[in-house]
């Protein structure tokens, strides 16, 4: 079946500059992830949905991001104001219940963004 | 915290000798683990997860990992290297509390002719 989809798949925009990111998780997945994966941080965690629950944010590096998830499917990562240290490919991930620790996460190609 | 150490950030093997990419972990429970692997330009595929039942755990392509709890560690194996193979591998181990992976820093896997 179709895996997690992510768009656009590279982005490049201005310092200063709003970015929108899409993901769209596999049919059927109650929980899903954003992931920021740079050269000098490794891969971290963003932000986490779970169903109608409040989402985790915690991961969240600044108040220029910020998520949202869309009747439970679709979800948009928006960062304001991006900045030259905000390049990075960002990953999402879907898992089909979210909140245990065995739930296997599948992850989108990425999208690529550049700041210049 | 739960957090990974991948021992080393490359390892280059030729083509058909074993491959043995090493993880250790930190937890205060039982952990769950995984092995992904990125190939470049690529997203992230599991190989291999270990929840707490065999502790010898068999993924695809080849690879396999051994949950050993007294060592805390969970090196990834594969009996022969494949050209296939060469790519970029990260131990991850999940956390419970925050509900979000933990990546360790990744190895990347060179396979020489």
């Known amino acids: 079946g179709a895996g997690v989809s992510q768009s656009p798949s590279n982005k490049v925009t201005e310092k200063g500059k709003d970015v929108e990111l899409r993901c769209d998780p596999i049919?059927?997945?109650?929980?899903l992830y954003w992931y920021r994966q740079s050269l000098g941080q490794g891969l971290e965690f963003l932000i986490y949905?779970?169903?109608?629950?409040?989402?985790?944010k915690s991961g969240l590096p600044s108040d220029r991001f910020s998520a949202e998830r869309t009747g439970g499917s679709v979800s948009t990562l928006t960062i304001q104001r991006t900045q030259q240290e905000d390049s990075a490919v960002y990953l999402c991930?879907?898992?089909?219940?979210?909140?245990?620790?065995?739930?296997?996460?599948?992850f989108g190609p990425g999208t690529r963004l550049t700041v210049l | 915290a739960q957090s990974v150490t991948q021992l080393d950030s490359h390892v280059s093997v030729s083509e058909g000798t074993p491959v043995l990419l090493r993880c250790n972990y930190s937890?205060?429970?039982?952990?769950?683990l995984f092995w992904y692997v990125q190939h470049p330009n690529k997203g992230l595929q599991l190989l291999l997860k270990?929840?707490?039942?065999?502790?010898l755990v068999k993924g695809i392509n080849g690879f396999e990992a051994e949950f050993k709890k007294s060592e805390t560690s969970f090196h990834l194996t594969k009996p022969s290297a494949h050209m296939s193979d060469a790519a970029e591998y990260f131990c991850?181990?999940?956390?419970?509390?925050?509900?979000?992976?933990?990546f360790g820093q990744g190895t990347r896997l060179t396979i020489n002719p």
């Open positions: 991850v181990v999940s956390d419970m509390v925050a509900q979000k992976l933990v």
């Open positions: 049919s059927g997945h109650t929980a």
């Open positions: 991930a879907s898992s089909l219940v979210g909140g245990t620790v065995a739930d296997t996460q599948y």
């Open positions: 270990y929840t707490s039942a065999a502790t």
């Open positions: 949905f779970q169903g109608n629950s409040a989402p985790d």
């Open positions: 937890s205060s429970y039982s952990p769950s």
